[in-house]
């Protein structure tokens, strides 16, 4: 059962509008929700998380949506640049991250054309 | 500069063979994951450890194992590896998830 859920395998944006990604989750337990990011042959990094006690969270032109009543969270690249051209996975975990376990999504794949 | 190093990059191994993937963290993190990567499931946990002597099943955990000796090793092995194992492995180490983990780059493992 997948607890984590990123329904679009894949999204293509032109270079300087909005790319919106999206994350599902089942477990009303997870408490902290976090993205990354990943290139091709590198692990991923760590880009933004937000807490359960807040509905979002910026970062430069990374913003964190949650919507708890629907366990739903997005993030929001504004404006979309072609480096931004990566796999990005959303991740949860309960406890506020003291526990340090995740559960990642199947990861959405961002494509920003110039 | 701290770092977390995996090796080796990539492996190509035969099926029923034992197989050991390392990890090394000079971040002297406690926390420590492996997480496999294939197309469609995402990250999915394998095995973790909090600290030395520690370890713990993750959500794909059979067929796989590891220890945890010293705080900078988590070393995973495949007792005998199938080819249902082919896929890329990544480590990471954290101190809490308050800021993310640091993952390795990937051991790209295919079983023939």
């Known amino acids: 059962d997948q607890q984590v859920k990123q329904n679009s395998p894949s999204l293509s944006v032109q270079e300087g509008r909005i790319s919106i990604l999206n994350c599902d989750y089942t477990?009303?337990?997870?408490?902290?929700f976090l993205w990354y990011k990943k290139y091709p042959a590198e692990g991923p990094t760590f880009l933004i998380s937000i807490s359960s006690i807040k509905d979002k969270n910026e970062d430069g032109r990374f913003t964190v949506f949650l919507n708890k009543s629907a366990k739903h969270l997005s993030l929001h690249i504004v404006p979309s640049q072609p480096g931004d051209s990566a796999v990005y996975f959303c991740a949860a975990t309960s406890g506020s991250g003291n526990t340090g376990k995740l559960i990642f999504g199947q990861g959405t794949t961002l494509q920003v054309k110039p | 500069d701290a770092e977390i190093t995996q090796s080796p990059r990539h492996k190509i191994t035969e099926t029923g063979r034992q197989v050991t993937l390392a990890c090394h963290q000079t971040w002297n993190h406690n926390n420590m994951f492996w997480y496999r990567q294939d197309l469609g499931h995402g990250l999915r946990l394998i095995h973790y450890s909090y600290g030395v002597q520690d370890t713990n099943k993750g959500e794909v955990s059979d067929g796989y194992s590891v220890s945890r000796s010293n705080t900078e090793d988590l070393p995973l092995t495949l007792e005998s590896a199938a080819s249902s194992q082919t896929s890329v492995y990544f480590c990471?180490?954290?101190?809490?998830?308050?800021?993310?983990?640091?993952f390795g780059s990937g051991t790209r493992l295919t079983v023939v």
């Open positions: 990471a180490s954290s101190e809490g998830t308050s800021y993310g983990y640091t």
């Open positions: 477990n009303s337990m997870f408490d902290y």
